[in-house]
């Protein structure tokens, strides 16, 4: 009988219908819970510095944390989800999540946040999102691109309401009990994770036949006994762990595919300042006069502008027009972000802020709806999987150290707009590379296609798409995939 039987599914296999809407309901409510949970953070920035009496790079460090944990631990999540499935990996999730953020409320220093609702809550957010985006793949094959669309709106939903209710919440009761309840939400991940029953094609724990000779030393292992051809054995190690590093981070493709290099290293760059007006611009607008409750609300225009022009960006960039284009589609949007954060330096108004959310929002969702359908583009699908998991360790250490770097400058120089300068000049100068990069790389193929000179393998060298493959809406899905979103 099938995993799916087991769990009561039957025998009858129920992609695309029936229950499987059920599964992506619950998955657009974890983009919310998980994803959208960082964006509320800025609201209690003010009130955590005067409690714990810290600089602006010290109180930023644990949103950074929280985030870049949420982005790097995809690798991490795909181990467990290997192991023990996607339902386990999504409610353990929320078990960490929930178990941060309450421990949060009895914090007595600023750095007990950054292993609390910093990494414990960051971890939880990783596991139960990327495992919820998984699951989906082995409910969905017909319509496995419409419920991936339709699960990403659950992160501007998320946008829209976290601030609205934390600033709420914040007046009403203070950060400590809000933080407590903010558990109590977040433990909804795993009512997520109870409807996502597992299917027989959910990938499986290990066998013993499938690697021969391993059970048998990990028993001599743990009962102490030394295995015979030690040497031979520590090498073996050495290379399955090579082969995993392999696996799992694309180092080959790194050094081979001129696309994936450029393009990794203009996103990772990008990221030291994407997420700056995520974590300032509440603070910013306080610090300017702005009322506490409307400036929580900055963050909610931004989430309902999301939700309607995101799918819209996604419909846009798929129509054959932008074949081969939709690199320069990208860097067009990472463009107008880094150009509208002046708008902030102009003037710190209300109006004049709500006009700054209006555009950044339009430019982040072409950001984030763009982001893995490049990424696709550049990266045979066979190794996407790992090159994902490469381009998302990179770009969450930059994610990590962004806020706390421009938080120390901003305590040097008492002056919020440094924010939005620091921003703009990494956006606009990794838009720039990325731009300049491609551009000549596109020469460099057509002068190679001018003479005439074979390639042995084109993608090494050049920015391509590949059209889909008309079967593969009937092959099952990856055994693991980790996927993050901005």
């Known amino acids: 009988m099938s995993q799916g039987g087991a769990a009561g599914c039957g025998t009858a296999k129920p992609q695309d219908q029936g229950w499987a809407w059920m599964v992506l309901l619950a998955a657009v409510v974890l ?51 290997k192991r023990f499935g996607c339902r386990f990996a999504v409610m353990l999730g929320g078990l960490l999540s929930g178990l941060g953020m309450v421990s949060s409320s009895f914090c007595k220093s600023i750095s007990q946040l950054y292993l609390t609702a910093g990494l414990i809550t960051g971890l939880g957010s990783c596991f139960s999102f990327q495992a919820g985006v998984t699951v989906l793949g082995y409910y969905f094959v017909r319509w496995r691109t419409l419920a991936n669309a339709v699960a990403s709106t659950g992160v501007s939903l998320g946008f829209t309401l976290w601030p609205l209710l934390s600033q709420y919440l914040l007046d009403e009761m203070g950060w400590r009990n809000t933080f407590l309840i903010f558990g109590g939400i977040l433990l909804n991940c795993c009512v997520c994770g109870a409807i996502m029953r597992p299917l027989g094609s959910l990938p499986q724990p290990p066998k013993p036949g499938e690697e021969p000779g391993s059970r048998a030393e990990e028993a001599q292992l743990s009962n102490g006994a030394s295995p015979p051809h030690a040497t031979l054995q520590q090498h073996s190690r050495r290379t399955k762990c090579f082969h995993m590093l392999q696996k799992y981070l694309a180092f080959d493709i790194f050094c081979q595919n001129k696309g994936y290099q450029i393009y990794t290293i203009g996103v990772t760059w990008m990221m030291m300042g994407f997420a700056l007006p995520h974590v300032y611009l509440v603070p910013y607008a306080i610090h300017n006069g702005v009322e506490e409750r409307r400036a929580a609300l900055l963050i909610s225009v931004i989430g309902v502008i999301n939700i309607v022009i995101r799918p819209f960006t996604g419909l846009l960039s798929g129509h054959r027009v932008f074949t081969g284009r939709r690199i320069y589609l990208f860097i067009l949007a990472v463009l107008l ?145 980790y996927i993050t979103s901005i």
């Open 31 to 81: 983009q919310a819970l998980t994803l959208g949970f960082p964006c509320c953070i800025g609201v209690f920035f003010t009130d955590l510095q005067h409690e714990f009496q810290a600089s602006n790079s010290e109180t930023s460090w644990f949103p950074s944390i929280m985030v870049a944990v949420l982005h790097g631990g995809g690798p991490l999540c795909s181990l467990l989800v």
């Open 337 to 481: 972000c880094g150009l509208s954060n002046f708008i902030c330096v102009i003037s710190a108004e209300f109006s004049v802020l709500i006009l700054y959310c209006v555009i950044l929002s339009i430019a982040i969702s072409g950001v984030g709806a763009l982001t893995f359908q490049v990424l696709m583009d550049v990266v045979e699908m066979d190794r996407f999987s790992s090159a994902l998991g490469l381009f998302t360790i990179l770009e969450s250490i930059t994610l990590l150290l962004g806020p706390p770097l421009t938080g120390l400058l901003v305590d040097i120089t008492s002056d919020f707009r440094y924010v939005f300068y620091t921003s703009s000049f990494f956006l606009l100068s990794a838009a720039l590379f990325m731009g300049l990069s491609f551009c000549a790389l596109e020469k460099k193929n057509k002068l190679r296609e001018a003479s005439k000179v074979p390639l042995n393998n084109p993608s090494r060298y050049q920015y391509s798409e590949t059209p889909s493959d008309p079967q593969a809406e009937s092959q099952p899905p990856p055994a693991v995939v």
